[in-house]
């Protein structure tokens, strides 16, 4: 019997914070009381907040497939130096995750690597069966994903952002009557429906070669997401699926999503630091590094963001950590791939936004506990109470991070928040008990979701 005690911080527990310490037998929280005694391993904590480690549900490790850009044993030593304890990752890897197979070996392979526990999203496009999504299910997927905006080559083996592109080796995006089809056998299951919600006609009228941030900008108009955003409610909502909102990036997104809430759609919105914490006004200073899809926009596109978390509208923040590789995104603008790595920095970037606004207990509700209730694991990860894991991170309240591109340990060394200087330091982090720190042997676990049905 492994034990430990975390002695005289202020601990997040489903109630709120309170001064308490937090008793941990063979990786499980057992009790969360004052003044507990040590019978084995005790860790001082006084002064410093104990919080739920964080459920990143949107993240891209590139494995397998892209691995000179990112890994799994790479993304989660990123993830565990931030304080993120569960990865879920997304399906585009190669082979796409489109059936019980691929996922079960991209699971073997993860859980070779993989420093931090992790969950994987499954994939539904065009032409997937009701069969392959149970069977998926069935095999541990967290929820399936579909890229309204993304074409797949299955020849070249790739995963391409195409609309508007002829090429009869892409295989169509998914599409709102394939929502429509599929979305009854995701219900039925008990899994959340993720969207990337840009909707592809759109986009192929704002097509245009991409010289600059402001053709970035007027390529991916917030009317793509809004629109898919309505659409996919609109299919979805009968069915009863819940429908998730992937990085949502723009007001009128926002007040689309909240349109649909409001006539009952079961639905949940995620948002990511970049939107929160950059415009395009930045991109003078940061470069390629915040070139991504959909785009960083306005100060306006961020308040409204900012102001649907404060309202608790928007409840998950997870970081669409995209990877790729420094010599890519150092090409000139045109030629940069979007996306970056950001896992890193989740924790810190929450604990800024909900100190501004104006209740730092905020943090672990978007990092941790919405997003563990996302996907199922609920009972286990995002609190601070006996009976859940103890993936616990340990947060200096006073101490200083400064995001430097140099201290990602990500594969990549560019950061969007490159420059960023947050009121917090992550200074310990335990994964089922276990500190997982540089050299450790710890070992992250798959996760699934507790509550599939049948
Ligand atoms: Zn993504």
Not at 37 to 65: I, Q
Not at 141 to 166: I, T
Not at 194 to 222: G, Q, W
Not at 234 to 252: C, N, P
Request: glycine content about 8%; proline content about 6%; overall charge negative.
């Amino acid at each position: 019997m492994t034990e430990l005690l975390i002695r005289g911080g202020t601990v997040y527990t489903p109630d709120g914070p309170r001064q308490a310490d937090v008793h941990v037998t063979d990786g499980v929280i057992t009790r969360v009381e004052p003044r507990l005694a040590a019978n084995g391993k005790a860790v001082d904590a006084t002064g410093m907040y104990v919080l739920p480690g964080a459920v990143d549900v949107h993240v891209h490790s590139r494995d397998p497939g892209f691995t000179e850009k990112e890994d799994f044993g790479t993304l989660t030593a990123a993830a565990a130096a931030g304080g993120v304890t569960t990865v879920v990752d997304m399906p585009n890897t190669v082979p796409a995750v489109d059936s019980a197979g691929v996922l079960e070996s991209k699971a073997a392979m993860a859980h070779s690597k993989a420093r931090v526990d992790f969950g994987l999203w499954g994939l539904l496009r065009s032409g997937t069966t009701p069969e392959q999504l149970e069977d998926m299910a069935a095999a541990g997927a967290v929820g399936f994903k579909a890229y309204l905006a993304y074409s797949f080559s299955l020849s070249r083996k790739q995963v391409l952002y195409s609309p508007g592109v002829e090429d009869p080796d892409l295989e169509a995006p998914a599409d709102y009557g394939t929502l429509a089809r599929l979305a009854p056998v995701v219900a039925q299951l008990g899994l959340p429906l993720a969207i990337h919600a840009e909707d592809p006609t759109v986009l192929a009228a704002f097509r245009r070669p991409l010289l600059t941030y402001d053709d970035l900008l007027e390529s991916r108009p917030p009317d793509a997401e809004a629109v898919a955003v309505s659409a996919a409610a609109a299919v979805a909502r009968e069915s009863g699926v819940h429908l998730h909102i992937a990085h949502l990036s723009s007001a009128l997104g926002l007040q689309a999503a909240e349109d649909a809430m409001q006539v009952g759609t079961s639905m949940s919105l995620e948002t990511c630091p970049q939107f929160l914490l950059l415009t395009s006004q930045d991109f003078d200073r940061v470069g390629t590094a915040m070139k991504m899809l959909p785009p960083i926009r306005t100060a306006a596109d961020r308040d409204a963001l900012v102001d649907g978390l404060r309202r608790g509208v928007i409840s998950i923040v997870s970081t669409d950590h995209a990877p790729h590789t420094d010599e890519e995104k150092s090409q000139d603008f045109e030629r940069a791939p979007a996306g970056s790595p950001g896992v890193q920095t989740l924790y810190l970037s929450c604990l800024q936004l909900a100190k501004d606004l104006g209740d730092v207990w905020r943090a672990p509700r978007w990092a941790s506990q919405a997003p563990a209730e996302l996907v199922g694991l609920g009972e286990h990860k995002g609190a601070i109470a006996p009976g859940f894991d103890a993936d616990i991170v340990i947060v200096d309240p006073r101490g200083k991070t400064s995001v430097q591109a140099e201290h990602m340990r990500s594969r990549q060394r560019h950061a969007a928040l490159a420059g960023k200087e947050f009121d917090f330091e992550v200074k310990e982090v335990f994964l089922r008990g276990e500190p997982v720190t540089r050299g450790s042997r710890t070992r992250g676990r798959m996760v699934r979701p507790a509550m599939v049905a049948g």
